[in-house]
T-cell receptor, first 113, second 111 residues
Framework: KAGVTQTPRYLIKTRGQQVTLSCSPI?????VSWYQQTPGQGLQFLFE???????NKGNFPGRFSGRQFSNSRSEMNVSTLELGDSALYLC????????????FGPGTRLTVT | GQQLNQSPQSMFIQEGEDVSMNCTSS?????WLWYKQEPGEGPVLLIA?????ELTSNGRLTAQFGITRKDSFLNISASIPSDVGIYFC???????????FGAGTRLTVKP
């Protein structure tokens, strides 16, 4: 069974631009969660999508948004990029059932200059 | 988000030594997970725990779901250089779908 894939793996953007990241979950998984990881803040939860609906949301500004498609693939968008948005963005796939394990993708390393 | 207390923050050990790390929470959890992350990669799931008192092994790794349901422990026996990485605990509260993460334990193994 193929694992979680994320594209692109690396991205360099300038302040003010926007970016879209993609995540394909494990086949059969209906939940995709997004996290931001930085050295100083660790893993911070952005949001979770389940069956095309946002089910949970972390404490991030509205510049961070996402969506999920009918095939469970998910995209995350960040608008008006700031230097502080530089981070490793990870998505995690699960069945979506209570207590289910999350499996992470390799991440997208975003650098904002 | 990050709401678990994980300790220690870092460990420097000699190859062959055993390692212990733990994670605590102020609330009761239904699930405890342990991950390992290497540089430039996403966290990889090592062990999943679902019942209080459960003890599960994965090779040289052993993890336990605390009896109080508010803590979990990970032990690595006879460490080797490839054990180097950051180990994260994660847990799901019983009344919430959120997955909470610890800050990680950075493990360095000296040959």
């Amino acid at each position: 069974k193929a694992g979680v894939t994320q594209t692109p793996r690396y991205l360099i953007k300038t302040r003010g631009q926007q970016v879209t990241l993609s995540c394909s979950p494990i086949s059969g998984h209906r939940s995709v969660s997004w996290y931001q990881q930085t050295p100083g803040q660790g893993l911070q939860f952005l949001f979770e999508y389940f069956s095309e609906t946002q089910r949970n949301k972390g404490n991030f500004p509205g510049r961070f948004s996402g969506r999920q498609f009918s095939n469970s693939r998910s995209e995350m968008n960040v608008s008006t990029l700031e230097l502080g948005d530089s981070a490793l963005y990870l998505c995690a796939s699960s069945t979506g059932l209570a207590g289910a394990e999350q499996y992470f993708g390799p991440g997208t390393r975003l650098t904002v200059t | 988000g990050q709401q678990l207390n994980q300790s220690p923050q870092s460990m420097f050990i000699q190859e062959g030594e055993d390692v212990s790390m733990n994670c605590t929470s102020s609330s009761i959890f239904n699930t405890w997970l342990w991950y390992k992350q290497e540089p430039g990669e996403g966290p990889v799931l090592l062990i999943a725990l679902y019942k209080a008192g459960e003890l599960t092994s994965n090779g040289r790794l052993t993890a336990q779901f605390g009896i109080t349901r508010k803590d979990s422990f990970l032990n690595i026996s006879a460490s080797i250089p490839s054990d180097v990485g950051i180990y994260f605990c994660a847990g799901q509260p019983y009344n919430n779908n959120d997955m909470r993460f610890g800050a990680g334990t950075r493990l360095t193994v000296k040959p």
